[in-house]
Structure formats: C-alpha cells, structure tokens
C-alpha cells in the first residue's frame, strides 16, 4: 500500500513530548516535518490522547521516571494490570521489541502501551532499544487487536488514534536525544509509512543496524 494510503488509512496522531530541551530539539529536527506529528516542550500529561506510552522494564515494574508518574497519575492498580498481563500473555516477561495495551480508568487518557525500552534497568545506549519499542508500540497500534476488556477482539486502531511518548532510552538508559529520536523516526518510517523492505543479505542488516546505533 502506498505510504501516504497507509497513514490515511491508520489515521494515527503521534505526540512527541519532552521536559528536556535537547530532546524537543531532537524531535523537532528528526521528526517535527511529519504532517501527523507534533512535538511539545513540557509534561507529557499536558496533552490529552487515547494513549500513553510506558517505556518499562520486561517485567512492568514501573517504580522510576515515566513509569512512576503514570502510577501517580493513574492509580498503582495500573502495574497490576500491566504484570498481570505480562503473566499470562507474554509468559511472564515482555521483552523488548514486544508491547502490549491496558485500560487506565481515565477519561483523559485511557490507555497506556507499555513498550520496554529494557529488560532490566541499565545503560543502553550502544543499542537499538528505542528503535525496537518505538516499531512495537506502532505495530500494537496498526496491527493488534485487544487482548482481553471491555474492547477484547476489536483492533487497537480502532480506538488508538492518537498517542503520546516521551523519550525513549534516554533516561536510565542514557541514548543521546537525537539517537532517540532518530530510531524513532525509522521506526515510524518502517511501520506507520510502511517503508519497510525485507533485507536481501545480512550485509544490508549489519549496514543499517550499525547506522541506527550512530
């Protein structure tokens, strides 16, 4: 499908946000000429959506940066849902690259993703992680149907239109912005454009891994 088809099709809003001013310079240069991206400088609960991102851990413990303050906001029953699911979908761990959905009780946002950037809490910079969360939440979202709730069996796209995420890695992760806000836009090249093209030798493979990492 022609890309320009696709997005129109998937009708996807993404909201980039950031705190941080090298971040919100970063998505501004990487991402900002995409017509159904905005970036935001500030607070990422600024801005109402249909979802939140939650960049955790594998296992959903969400006790530091974005992950307590979705805790603080939408109550702590919010990581036992997301470790409940994690529990019986992902066979107790959501590695990274996968990414799941849950209901948040709130009017404002009533979905979080959660899509982990880490399978413990450590420095990733020299990965890819933030490409590979990045491709999971927009693949949940284009391609997924709810797994269980009020919505179970209906596609997520359906009911996901817009979506809010902050940085991904750069945390306690430490990726530089613009590393981060690079993947991301290969990501959303790949998935919401659909640019992707299956490899033809493990030589294109290494080339483009090595250049997301720059």
Same mark, same amino acid.
């Given at each position: 499908?022609? %890309? *320009?088809?696709?997005?129109?099709?998937?009708?996807?809003?993404?909201?980039?946000?950031?705190? *941080?001013? @090298?971040?919100?310079?970063? +998505?501004?240069? +990487?991402?900002? /000429?995409?017509?159904?991206?905005?970036v935001h400088r500030g607070s990422i609960f600024d801005h /109402?959506?249909? $979802?939140?991102?939650?960049?955790?851990?594998?296992?959903?413990?969400?006790?530091? &940066?974005? *992950?307590?303050?979705?805790?603080?906001?939408? &109550?702590?029953?919010?990581? /036992?849902?997301?470790? %409940?699911?994690?529990?019986? *979908?992902?066979?107790?761990?959501?590695?990274?690259?996968?990414?799941?959905?849950?209901? !948040?009780? /709130?009017?404002?946002?009533?979905?979080?993703?959660?899509?982990? !950037?880490?399978?413990? @809490?450590?420095?990733?910079?020299?990965?890819?992680?933030?490409?590979?969360?990045?491709?999971?939440?927009?693949?949940?979202?284009?391609?997924?149907?709810?797994?269980?709730?009020?919505? $179970?069996?209906?596609?997520?796209?359906?009911?996901?239109?817009?979506?809010?995420? !902050?940085?991904?890695? !750069?945390?306690?992760?430490?990726? @530089?912005?613009?590393?981060? $806000?690079?993947?991301?836009?290969? $990501?959303?090249?790949?998935?919401?454009?659909?640019?992707?093209?299956?490899?033809? %030798?493990?030589?294109?493979?290494?080339?483009?891994?090595?250049?997301?990492?720059?």
């Amino acid at each position: 499908m022609p %890309t *320009d088809l696709l997005q129109k099709k998937l009708r996807l809003q993404i909201r980039l946000t950031s705190i *941080d001013e @090298p971040l919100f310079q970063a +998505w501004e240069r +990487w991402c900002g /000429d995409l017509s159904f991206v905005s970036v935001h400088r500030g607070s990422i609960f600024d801005h /109402d959506a249909d $979802a939140i991102v939650s960049p955790a851990n594998s296992f959903g413990f969400m006790d530091g &940066g974005i *992950d307590r303050l979705c805790l603080e906001r939408f &109550g702590n029953v919010l990581q /036992d849902r997301v470790q %409940t699911q994690i529990q019986q *979908d992902h066979a107790g761990e959501l590695l990274v690259g996968a990414a799941m959905i849950v209901e !948040t009780d /709130d009017a404002e946002i009533p979905f979080l993703i959660a899509a982990p !950037t880490m399978r413990v @809490p450590m420095p990733v910079e020299n990965s890819i992680n933030a490409f590979l969360a990045a491709r999971a939440i927009f693949l949940l979202i284009r391609d997924s149907v709810f797994p269980s709730g009020q919505h $179970a069996g209906e596609p997520v796209r359906e009911h996901v239109k817009t979506v809010l995420l !902050t940085g991904l890695c !750069t945390g306690v992760g430490r990726m @530089p912005a613009v590393q981060c $806000a690079r993947q991301v836009r290969a $990501a959303i090249e790949d998935v919401v454009l659909g640019k992707f093209q299956f490899p033809e %030798t493990t030589s294109q493979i290494r080339k483009r891994h090595d250049r997301l990492k720059k």
